[in-house]
């Protein structure tokens, strides 16, 4: 079952350049994304979400992008830190379908480098 | 900030035994969820529990999964008849509203020999 996809597993970045992380996903009744980290041997850790209702959400050095007619959204970081260097989910739910389940993707592993 | 938080951090049991997993999610949260995550596969969804019943749950939590929340604090996950499959990273969340973002736990890492 591949609701949400995230086709590059691994992308490495610079410091202080941009980061972009990408998510497709298939099932139209989707209306809500977000965007998850995590570290090792941590749990996942909401970064930021959006409705279908927008395109655009931003939070600091965090964007995230949606183009309903593609099915894709994108996260973007810019400045990107070494810090940042963790696994990014992306995730998807149908929150006007009476259910709040998350479907995840497989994850893209960020390193950031110096 | 307030975590969710998960006990033990890793379980090994031998197939066929009893496991019960433990979380205390954050403490004004009303609505509480079980993740896991196969090693290598990608986050799934088990159950979400609201109102001290079950309001969802995904084909995998079968008659062997049951969820409890035994008082005001506790969020258990049982498994009554461990397999090898169900070697996996459990993750326990909850959230205080359907509108808020879910607050994960750091998982319990279950190893069935």
């Known amino acids: 079952d591949q609701q949400v996809k995230q086709n590059s597993p691994s992308l490495s970045v610079q410091e202080g350049r941009i980061s972009i992380l990408n998510c497709d996903y298939t099932n139209s009744m989707f209306d809500y994304f977000l965007w998850y980290k995590k570290y090792p041997a941590e749990g996942p850790t909401f970064l930021i979400s959006?409705?279908?209702?927008?395109d655009k959400n931003e939070d600091g050095r965090f964007t995230v992008f949606l183009n309903k007619s593609a099915k894709h959204l994108s996260l973007h970081i810019v400045p990107s830190q070494p810090g940042d260097s963790a696994v990014y989910f992306c995730a998807a739910s149908s929150k006007n379908y009476n259910t709040d389940k998350l479907i995840f993707g497989t994850g893209t592993r960020l390193q950031v480098f110096p | 900030e307030p975590e969710v938080t998960q006990t033990p951090s890793h379980q090994v049991t031998q197939m066929g035994q009893e496991v019960i997993l433990r979380c205390v999610p954050i403490s004004n949260h009303l609505y509480f969820y079980w993740y896991r995550q196969i090693l290598g596969q990608k986050v799934e969804f088990l159950v979400s529990f609201y109102n001290n019943e079950i309001s969802e749950k995904s084909e995998i939590f079968d008659d062997q999964f049951s969820v409890e929340r035994p008082d005001g604090s506790n969020f258990t996950l049982k498994i009554r008849s461990t397999k090898l499959e169900d070697s996996a990273m459990y993750f326990c969340?909850?959230?205080?509203?359907?509108?808020?973002?879910?607050?994960f736990g750091n998982g319990t890492r279950l190893t069935v020999t």
């Open positions: 969340a909850s959230r205080a509203n359907r509108d808020s973002p879910l607050h």
């Open positions: 959006i409705s279908s209702i927008k």
